[in-house]
């Protein structure tokens, strides 16, 4: 199976940013516990991580030709507002989609309740720290 995870604006900042929000651990880390998952479970893996929209946008739309099974995806701020981001990802229906929230979005500001991308996602998973990508991940595997 190939997953596809995307990470988008100031995650590359793990460990750096509000630590008490998003822990200690940096970025590294975190792919480092993604490649992990993969190997064990037998997966290809590819972490992409941009601050940019539509490189965010251009990696959705080349899942739709690569062979990508599933995309783990942490829109990051887009999340509140991207309508593009939201259209990349409905238009590759053949694809499982799970969102993913290192913190628990709906104990935050009133404007992190909203995701306008779940819509366009088969599963969204926040509050679960670090662990919530390895949760997308066997839900990915488990939904295909």
């Known amino acids: 199976m190939k997953i596809l995870v995307i990470n988008g604006p100031n995650l590359n900042f793990l460990g750096i940013r509000e ?3 998003y822990g ?3 970025y590294n880390y975190l792919c480092q ?7 064990a479970d037998g997966d ?3 972490l992409f991580q941009s601050n940019h929209e539509g490189a965010i ?3 959705i739309q080349e899942a739709y030709s690569d ?3 599933g995309i783990v995806i942490n829109p990051g701020a887009y999340t509140h507002y991207s309508f593009a981001i939201h259209d990349a990802l409905k238009s590759i229906e053949n694809i499982t989609k799970v969102e993913i ?6 104990s935050r500001e009133e404007f992190r309740k909203v995701s306008v991308t779940a819509p366009a996602c088969d599963k969204q998973i926040y509050g679960h720290g670090l662990n919530g990508y ?3 991940m066997d839900y990915i595997r488990e939904n295909n």
């Open 57 to 59: 946008i251009d990696r």
């Open 44 to 46: 290809e893996v590819e």
């Open 67 to 69: 062979g990508t099974d």
């Open 134 to 136: 390895l949760e997308a």
């Open 19 to 21: 630590k008490a929000v």
């Open 33 to 39: 516990m993604i490649r992990d998952k993969a190997a």
């Open 101 to 106: 929230h290192i913190s628990d979005i709906q």
């Open 24 to 26: 200690n651990q940096d």
